[in-house]
Each structure stands twice: as C-alpha cells, then as structure tokens.
RNA sequence: GCGCCCGUAGCUCAGCUGGAUAGAGCACGAGACUUCUAAUCUUGAGGCCGCAGGUUCGACUCCUGCCGGGCGCGCCA
C-alpha cells in the first residue's frame, strides 16, 4: 500500500469515527475526497479536501467539519500536526519517521516500487507504429513509436495486462506501388542498369536488395511478364522485406510488438463481411451517396456514385462513411472497422497511437468501434503530432519525392536509443515538438536527457567511491540522522507511485519524464549543498554514520530515477561519457 | 463551410483530471565559485493563464460563444 493510499484509509476511518461520534450523518457520500501532497510544500506533506467536499453533503460548513476531522488526524502516530487552513484544508505534517519508513520501502521493494494494481488487470491493446510496409522508419514515425511503447509499458507498470500491436497495411493500393518499385528493383539486378524510378513509383535505394533477392529466385523470367503474372509474389516478397526492415528498425529503439495483424488476412479470413453484417443487423448499413466534398473547387467535377455506407454520424461523425468502393474491394475503413472488431474480442479496452495527420478519421473508427462492441469496449485513439527536426536550430531538409528522408535508424545511429527514446517523451503527445540533434545530446542543465542521465551517473559515482572514501561505515544505516532537508528529497521520491497511477490513467507517458527531471533537480541542488559546505556532502571522510544514512538516501533516488527510466524504456548510465 | 489540436512569463514548455499566493529552464538583473563533489551555484524581477459569459464553496482546468495559429476534410492509406 502506497503511503497516499494509507493516508486515504487513516481518513475513512476518521470519518467513520466521527458518524460513530453522532458528529456526522451516516452515508454521506464520500466521492471527491483526496489525500494528495499540497501543490506548496509549506502547507505541509500532505492536505485533504475533505471538509470541503463533504461539508454541504453534511448540511455542515467546511471550517467547522474541518475542526472535526483535524484532531481525529492529529492523534495518528504519523501525524505531527494536522492544521485547517484557507477555505478548509486540513494540512498534515507527519513525523519523520514516516518518510524514514518510505526511504526504507524504497529500497525493499525496489525495481517495483511504484508498480501498482490500479490496472487491475484489465486487457489493453495498444496498437502503434503500424506504418506501412514501403520503406524504412523515418522520423515521422518515431514519435509514435516511442509513445506507444512508453505508454504500454507504463500501463502494464499500473497493473493492466498490455498487448503490443502493430497493424500491417499490406493490402492497399500502396503495396502494389512497392510491388512495382521491386519489379523495377529487380530488372535493375539483372540487366546490371541503373533503374529510372518514374513519379509515384518509391525511388528509394532500399529496394535494391529486394530487387537482386527477386532475381535470384525467379532469375528473368518476370522481366518481360505482364504485371499479373508476378505482382502478388513480388508484393509479398517485397512487404516481408520492409516488414524486416521496420522490425530492425524498431529494435534500435528496444521496441518489440507482441502481435503484428495484417490487413491482407483480416480481409483473407472475411473479417469485413462479418463486421458489416453486423452493423446491418443494427440497420447501421444502407446503399446510399456521398455529398459532394466541400474541400473540391466550384468548378471541380463531381459524380455521385452509390455506395455502401455505414452510418457513423449516429455516433457523433461528420458524414456517414464508406465501407466499400465502387468496384466492390473494401476500403480502407472498411478493413479497419473488421480490424478493431477483432482486437475488442481479446480486449476490454483499445489504445491507437496515430499520426495528427490521421486526426481527421477519428471519428469515423470511434463510431465503428462504438457500433460494434454496443459501447461496451473503451477505445482511445492518441493523436501525435509531428517532430521537427533541427540542427543547431536550421531545419533539416528532407525531400520525400527523391526519397531522401531522414530515417529513424540514422537518428538513433547519431545520438543513441536513450536521447531519442527521451526526448520523445519531454512534451505531451498533443503538442508540437522540435528536435535539434545539437540540443539533444548538449550536456547541460538546459537538457533533461543529460541532467536526469547525470543525476544517476552521479549516485553510481559516489556508489563506486565510497568505501575508499570513507572508512569504518556501519552495517546499518541510521536513519534519524538525515535533516529535513533531506527527508525533503523522499517526499518527492515518494510520489513517484501516485505519479504512475496519475500518467497512466490519463494515458500520458511523458509526466513520467517530468517527474524525473524534478526528481534530478532535487538532487543536484541537495548535492551542491556540499560544494559551500563540505559537512553536507554525500561523503563524509570523518562520519562514516552520517555518510551510511546519505548513502541509503541516494540509493533510493537511484532506485526512482531507474524505475522511471524503466518505464520510458530507457537505460540508466552508470557514468557520463 | 465543417471538424480536430493548440493559445500559460520576452522565448521553450509544465501544471498531478476542480484546490490555497499559477511553476521550471532559457534569456535579463545582482551576487558567489576558479572546482579533480566537473559538465556551475545562490538570488531577484518578470503573468488579464487569448477574450467574454456560465457552472460552484473554489476554474488555467469543465460548458457555451467569439478571436488568433496549426492540421485535416472524396471510394487515398
């Protein structure tokens, strides 16, 4: 049990005691009460609202409830004083013993502490990345990438059971493109002559290896084939190539996936037909026209065709959406929708990590999922906006039509998963966000990636030197020998497991990277306490006591800052380059 | 025209799902330090939280309407 969580349970049972009293009315509702740190430390270590919430629901005013509960607090051994303030905050100081005690859980419970049950354990299938299989990974992907993977991790940290997907869009008209560009790729192999790559068609030099493993197993006799003879082995061969590739690129970032669905095969399996159908029994289906869109030019043509549509504007969509084109295949929605009506059957809730460039068909997929569970399956789709990369404050150039983008791989390759993986999750996903090669790697206080990094470099670093330093240091620490001051640096420490719960259950990775960069600030401003005064360093030559205690002190900052690097799926360093 | 996202210190951004006097870094002002505990430290100033209403004990946070910026808006993927 979390420290808040004991403090919420020390509050029930004052309540309770206080109906008991006659003091308060039975059954009153207790639903907004908190027990939370203050937002100003010198309002003491923690505060409740209690009073407040609960006073009119006690036909009561806050103060007079507050006088109440505040000595029912006040007699906890935990409690030092419990003091009514503003409006009718009851504002606690607990003794120090208590943050003693949580310094010590800590280190017990370590690489799990903060890990919680809140979750309960609840299925989430969280589906990111799923770019298409044409090309490497770029930037434009990593961002999501990282999200996505932080997010389930911190998730199953919260206590949900998480699974990792991807979803392969192989059956569109774009891996026909690729299946072309291969072909290309492949004569080139043969005949020994640079390919000319037309317009439309992916120029970019990956494809080569593709091209000369095609003409090794199928030697010439495609070159002069008409297309329908080798499309469909050249796609596949082609998007089992970039499938490959996207993985190893994935891996740069530590990220794995524990499911990869392919479009082709939930169209295969008649998925579609089954989700349609289902929608049909709802009435949710009809054979109908679109309304001209309103993006065309006045004088741009437009000829109503008759299609199959399903009714998304009942649940809150803009116009109702096709399932299928006018020559019969499904559309890209009409897949999808049969897709998250898969993942809902081994599901209880969904998470899709997409591109702001996909925000516009948002609704529509809400709606389906809406339609086809009857409401019952929570479905979140996270949109992440776009990176800007930067050197040295210039924006880099990409071209995307000579195909020289700049790929994750060369990203990672130039300053390391870490830095990347980081700096993904300095700003929340709804959020533009620059990325400057220069500025990322800066070793500065400017940087968080550097300055959270160096804060556990720097606990390693004393770790390492301590026996030499100081001799003669007890077995045991004492504890009792930290000053407030200090203690003050496991009152941060000790949020980290509500700021789990609070990152998880809004969904929102990057606070854990927030946290931390507050967590390192408070211990590089404790540790340069001991530059003006040598008695406040970590090591103290002539106090081996004193230097045992600090020691547990900053081993359980090492242990919070690791936990929450954990999440971010970044690697802690054990020293600075 | 419609939809989504954003609007917080000069700049870049947080703000713990409605709490108390709205925070941090940069930049700016003033001090300190000259270092093998290094990749600075302390401190100060800086705000109509885009605007106007509403909800309530209480609003940066929720609702409505405006203003400003970005993105998106055929049967593409």
Same mark, same amino acid.
């Given at each position: ?57 006690? @036909? ?36 120090? +013993? ?145 499938? *490959? ?11 794995? +996936? ?29 054979? @109908? ?167 556990? *470099? ?71 306490? @001991? ?34 690097? @954990? ?11």
């Amino acid at each position: 049990m979390t420290l808040y969580a004991r403090f919420a349970a020390h509050l029930d049972a004052a309540l309770d005691a206080l109906v008991l009293d006659g003091e308060l009315p039975a059954g009153v509702d207790r639903a907004g009460v908190a027990v939370e740190p203050p937002r100003d430390a010198s309002h003491g270590d923690l505060a409740t609202n209690a009073a407040m919430v609960l006073a009119k629901r006690a @036909g009561t005013n806050p103060r007079a409830l507050a006088g109440l509960i505040g000595p029912k607090l006040e007699a906890l051994a935990e409690v030092q004083a419990a003091e009514i303030a503003g409006p009718g905050f009851i504002n606690l100081r607990l003794a120090p +013993h208590v943050w003693r005690e949580e310094l010590g859980a800590i280190l017990t419970a370590g690489s799990d502490y903060g890990r919680s049950r809140a979750g309960h354990g609840v299925r989430v299938n969280v589906e990111y990345v799923s770019a298409n299989p044409t090309g490497p990974m770029h930037m434009g992907h990593c961002r999501g990438a990282v999200v996505g993977d932080a997010l389930a991790s911190l998730l199953e940290y919260a206590g949900h059971q998480v699974t990792r997907e991807y979803y392969v869009n192989d059956a569109g008209g774009q891996v026909d493109v690729l299946a072309r560009s291969a072909h290309l790729r492949y004569v080139e192999a043969l005949t020994g002559t640079e390919a000319v790559i037309p317009e439309g068609l992916y120029p970019g030099e990956y494809l080569k290896p593709v091209g000369a493993s095609l003409a090794a197993d199928y030697g010439d006799r495609f070159v002069d084939a008409p297309e329908s003879e080798w499309l469909v082995p050249f796609r596949q061969a082609a998007v089992a190539a970039m499938m *490959a590739m996207i993985r190893t690129d994935l891996a740069l970032l530590g990220i794995h +996936h524990d499911v990869f669905s392919s479009e082709a095969e939930v169209q295969a399996a008649g998925k579609p037909d089954a989700a349609v159908a289902a929608l049909a029994a709802k009435g949710l289906i009809y054979e @109908g026209e679109l309304e001209r869109p309103k993006s065309l030019d006045p004088h741009d043509e437009w000829e109503p065709v008759t299609l199959t549509l399903f009714k998304s504007t009942q649940f809150g969509d803009d116009q109702d959406r096709p399932v299928k084109k006018s020559d019969g295949s499904w559309t890209y929605f009409g897949a999808d929708m049969a897709y998250h009506y898969q993942k809902a059957q081994a599901a209880d809730q969904l998470i899709d990590i997409w591109g702001a460039d996909h925000a516009g068909t948002v609704k529509r997929i809400k709606a389906a999922v809406a339609a086809l569970t009857d409401g019952a399956t929570p479905f979140d789709v996270k949109l992440v906006q776009m990176v800007q990369l930067l050197r040295g404050g210039e924006p880099v150039k990409m071209s995307k039509r000579s195909g020289n983008f700049v790929t994750l791989a060369d990203v990672v390759e130039e300053v390391g998963k870490d830095v990347v993986r980081f700096t993904m999750l300095t700003r929340k996903a709804e959020a533009q966000m620059d990325f400057d090669f220069a500025k990322v790697v800066e070793a500065s206080k400017d940087n968080p990636v550097f300055y959270v990094q160096y804060a556990h *470099a720097r606990i390693r670093s004393m770790q390492r030197k301590a026996a030499a330093e100081v001799a003669d240091m007890p077995e045991r620490a004492d504890l009792s020998l930290l000053d407030a001051e200090e203690l003050e640096l496991i009152q941060l420490a000790a949020q980290f497991p509500r700021i789990v719960e609070a990152a998880a259950s809004a969904r929102e990775p990057h606070r854990i990277a927030f946290y931390l960069g507050d967590v390192a600030a408070a211990f590089h401003a404790q540790y340069n306490k @001991g530059n003006d005064d040598p008695e406040k360093r970590f090591l103290v030559a002539h106090r081996p006591d004193l230097t045992r205690a600090r020691l547990e002190l900053a081993a359980a900052i090492g242990q919070i800052v690791r936990n929450g690097l @954990g999440i971010m799926g970044v690697a802690a360093a054990e020293e600075m380059a």
